[in-house]
């Protein structure tokens, strides 16, 4: 017995981002191709590998009420396909019975041939009782259908230490905090970026299946097809940038400085979207762009983004010890982060992620931001950005670095947005998945007093 196309490479994804650890929006087009799976096949296996995944922890809870057994002792390899067989039942428009059947015969290929009858019967018997109640009635047997952080963790499939967090980023606002959750379960339509100087935003929107994004003047959102298949894509004039991404850079680039270096640095580079929209606004303003990306496959990637006429310089090393000193008039610190901000679109993250790796990434975010301090000019802005709200990642660490830095003025982000409204965060701009349609980016606009 064989299980389908589309479902093997749903299970093979599960199981490459379980075993290898690997990114599962970038190992799914090469599983895909293995398949030769394309459009609705394609669809179908995306959205049942993606789903399994962004649904996990809700779909554990209800597993663990149709096991005989602690789910922990169920096999990792049987875990996945029985996601797999819930999520059909649960979250998509598969008949219980096709969704079970099916189910079965992944299980019979999930392991030595002298069990497939044992696993089938046993993914059965538990996907049977699954299809018993609908995805609400399941939340109220768990006694998930409250507005407790434990309880919204199990609803909406979130770990509970990132509802903590998020809860605490949204302030007095907290009654948003299931609308936030349920807005990280959404997948994001695709955003396409206009690149200045390369390509303008009416011939962006003149491109079929797209139609105009709601803040940046460069966006526009896909809805028909796929990035790949666009000819302005493949040639570059054209990128997949969230909304988000490109509004924390258009700001950067609006806030009057007194220096005149005539140079922009882009100290994460990696791997470009930003730095490709911010060479087209330099090269518009007669400024150079310098981007600086440790790792030489991501800079690689830099390249390629900036295309063959950039004048950019891309730099492969460690931006915290390059010698700039007073060298540039713009520079954005877009700093690595937990991430906790693009759920949406990377699934399996919030599996993947712990609370220790907050304060992992704490000393080089203080680290990065300090060196964007020493390599502004005099008069000089600095952007702080992450995709992540977490208040230790986002405000501690702005407000070290402005301790330690007393003469650094903390610019008004909001007022340089004016276009985005619900964006403010204190001094900062913060935009949300639920409010904004984009990820969780967070910005800080801080300013060296001109010489």
């Not at 699934?347 to 964007?372: C, H, I, M, N």
Request: glycine letters at 8%; charged letters at 20%.
């Amino acid at each position: 017995m064989s299980a389908d196309p589309a479902r093997e490479a749903a299970l093979e994804l599960l199981r490459v981002v379980r075993d290898d650890d690997a990114y599962a929006n970038l190992a799914l087009p090469g599983i895909l191709h293995q398949r030769r799976l394309s459009g609705r096949d394609a669809a179908f296996a995306t959205e049942l590998a993606f789903g399994a995944l962004r649904w996990r922890g809700l779909y554990d809870a209800i597993l663990g009420q149709c096991v005989s057994r602690s789910w922990a002792e169920v096999d990792a390899s049987m875990q996945d396909v029985l996601r797999i067989g819930a999520h059909q039942v649960l979250g998509m428009r598969v008949p219980a019975h096709a969704a079970v059947d099916s189910t079965c015969n992944l299980a019979r290929l999930a392991g030595s041939p002298g069990g497939a009858k044992a696993r089938a019967g046993f993914v059965n018997a538990v996907l049977r009782k699954v299809a018993l109640r609908d995805v609400e009635a399941w939340v109220v047997q768990l006694g998930a259908d409250g507005a407790t952080e434990q309880q919204l963790a199990v609803r909406w499939s979130h770990p509970a230490w990132i509802v903590r967090a998020l809860a605490q980023a949204l302030g007095d606002r907290r009654d948003e905090l299931g609308a936030l959750l349920e807005a990280d379960n959404v997948p994001a339509r695709p955003t396409l970026v206009a690149r200045p100087g390369r390509m303008s935003a009416e011939e962006l929107l003149a491109i079929p299946g797209v139609e105009p994004a709601r803040w940046s003047p460069f966006a526009a959102t896909l809805v028909d097809g796929i990035p790949s298949a666009i000819d302005e894509v493949r040639s570059g004039a054209v990128g997949v940038q969230d909304e988000g991404s490109q509004l924390v850079a258009l700001a950067l680039t609006r806030v009057p400085v007194t220096s005149s270096t005539h140079r922009w640095l882009d100290m994460c580079a990696g791997p470009g979207g930003k730095a490709a929209l911010l060479d087209g606004l330099a090269a518009a303003d007669q400024a150079q762009l310098i981007a600086v990306e440790q790792h030489a496959h991501r800079a690689h990637l830099v390249r390629q983004a900036l295309g063959e006429h950039s004048t950019a310089q891309v730099v492969v090393g460690d931006a915290t010890g390059q010698q700039f000193a007073g060298d540039f008039d713009r520079v954005l610190a877009d700093v690595p982060c937990t991430g906790l901000g693009a759920l949406r679109r990377r699934p399996e993250a919030r599996w993947r992620r712990l609370p220790s790796d907050v304060a992992g990434l704490a000393q080089l975010q203080r680290a990065l931001l300090e060196a964007a301090v020493r390599a502004a000019a005099p008069g000089g802005v600095i952007a702080y950005v992450t995709c992540s709200p977490h208040f230790a990642e986002t405000e501690l660490v702005v407000q070290d670095i402005c301790k330690a830095h007393p003469e650094l003025v903390l610019l008004d982000a909001p007022s340089f947005l004016p276009e985005v409204p619900d964006a403010r965060r204190g001094s900062f701009v913060q935009l949300w998945p639920h409010r904004h349609g984009t990820d969780a980016m967070f910005l800080a606009l801080l300013q060296r007093p001109a010489a």
